[in-house]
């Protein structure tokens, strides 16, 4: 069974996170396709990620044009991701997925969604010292875990 493309994405940023993203195979088996990936940084351009190659971030808004992207991926640091969401908006993206620590500001018809990877550990390892508290107070008392 073919599996259906239904969006196609890019990603801007090339690095540690970029390339983890370009390659992870849950896009392609939800039926998204990694159409670009782009970078500023002139060492990373031309490089094969996730069978995409690196492009120069300059070419961002004709490929958005070309390829009727209407979803990106924001992996760059804070400093840039305002305004790669600026230019990727410009050129009409429409749905931002955005990895950077940062809240960025878009106008309205445009969704946005941030993954902050640290408050995901906070939760998590508040869960952790939670269950952590709860097993050494059984073990404190014997006669709680009967209760």
Known sequence: MEIPKYKIVLIVG???LGR??????GFVTRGFQIEAVFDT????IGSDIGGV???PASELESVV????????VIAVPA???QSVC???VAAGVTSILNFAP???NVPEGVDVRKVDLSIELQILAFHAQRRSAERFEQAADPTAAEA
């Open 14 to 16: 090339a690095g540690n």
């Open 65 to 72: 044009t070309s390829q009727n992207i209407a979803i990106g």
């Open 86 to 88: 600026d230019r990727l």
């Open 20 to 25: 983890a993203l370009a390659h992870y195979g």
């Open 102 to 104: 940062l809240v960025l």
């Open 53 to 55: 190659v690196v492009r």
């Open 41 to 44: 940084d002139q060492s990373l």
């Open 79 to 81: 400093g840039a991701a």
